[in-house]
């Protein structure tokens, strides 16, 4: 199993240019989620997924858009990049019940710079 | 307001010696806990769970943590660290209703030889 799979891995941008991070996982999992990881402050929930068709907002929502027009992908959009937003992304997913199996499982990182 | 604070930004320990990874959540209802590992340049690494039954929870790595609901507390224990434990450790919580996780700021742990 490849388990949940990001691409790229580094990326630079310029300011005002629009990119996707791109996340696939192959668990059928139906819960997913985009967090964003910056010095001190740990992992901040950006988006969600709790299957396809259907996304709502984390903590830190503005700047990024998703989409989940599949079980397996959900990326991540930035539509206009920003030097705020240089950071390390990580995609997760995770079984979408309660109980022993609740576990996240997380991709290797995006890390973003923008210049 | 749903928190989760690790105290400790940076702790440093002596190979072979203990250690104590402190984390308290303020949530309404007892959530499921959960602590993470990640080495340099790596994800996530699960390294044990909490939701319901025996407050004193065994991991991977010979790593354990102890619920105290009096305490509102997980701290992560490990009787003898190794170098290779070096790394950084997040405490996370997710509601025991939803699958939001919310993450502590993290501990970095270095192992002196």
């Known amino acids: 199993n490849a388990g949940v799979t990001q691409t790229p891995k580094f990326q630079v941008l310029k300011t005002g240019q629009s990119m996707t991070l791109q996340c696939a996982q192959d668990?059928?999992?139906?819960?997913m989620s985009w967090y964003r990881q910056d010095p001190g402050m740990g992992l901040r929930l950006i988006h969600y997924?709790?299957?396809?068709?259907?996304?709502d907002q984390g903590e830190v929502p503005n700047g990024y858009n998703v989409s989940r027009s599949t079980t397996e992908d959900f990326p991540l959009r930035l539509l206009s990049a920003a030097p705020s937003q240089t950071s390390v992304y990580f995609c997760?997913?995770?079984?979408?019940?309660?109980?022993?199996?609740?576990?996240?499982?997380f991709g290797q990182g995006t890390r973003l710079t923008v210049v | 307001a749903q928190s989760v604070t690790q105290p400790d930004i940076h702790i440093t320990v002596s190979e072979g010696a203990s250690l104590e990874l402190r984390c308290n959540y303020s949530?309404?209802?007892?959530?499921?806990l959960f602590w993470y590992v990640q080495s340099p340049g790596q994800g996530l690494q699960l390294l044990l769970k909490?939701?319901?039954?025996?407050?004193l929870v065994q991991g991977i790595k010979g790593f354990e943590a102890e619920f105290k609901r009096s305490q509102s507390s997980f701290n992560l224990r490990k009787p003898s660290v190794h170098w290779s434990d070096a790394a950084e450790y997040f405490c996370?919580?997710?509601?025991?209703?939803?699958?939001?996780?919310?993450f502590g700021a993290g501990t970095r742990l270095t192992v002196k030889p």
């Open positions: 949530y309404g209802a007892t959530p499921y």
């Open positions: 668990m059928n999992h139906e819960y």
């Open positions: 997924s709790v299957g396809a068709g259907i996304t």
């Open positions: 996370a919580v997710s509601p025991y209703n939803n699958n939001d996780m919310r």
């Open positions: 909490y939701f319901s039954g025996d407050t």
């Open positions: 997760a997913s995770s079984y979408s019940g309660r109980g022993p199996r609740t576990e996240a499982f």
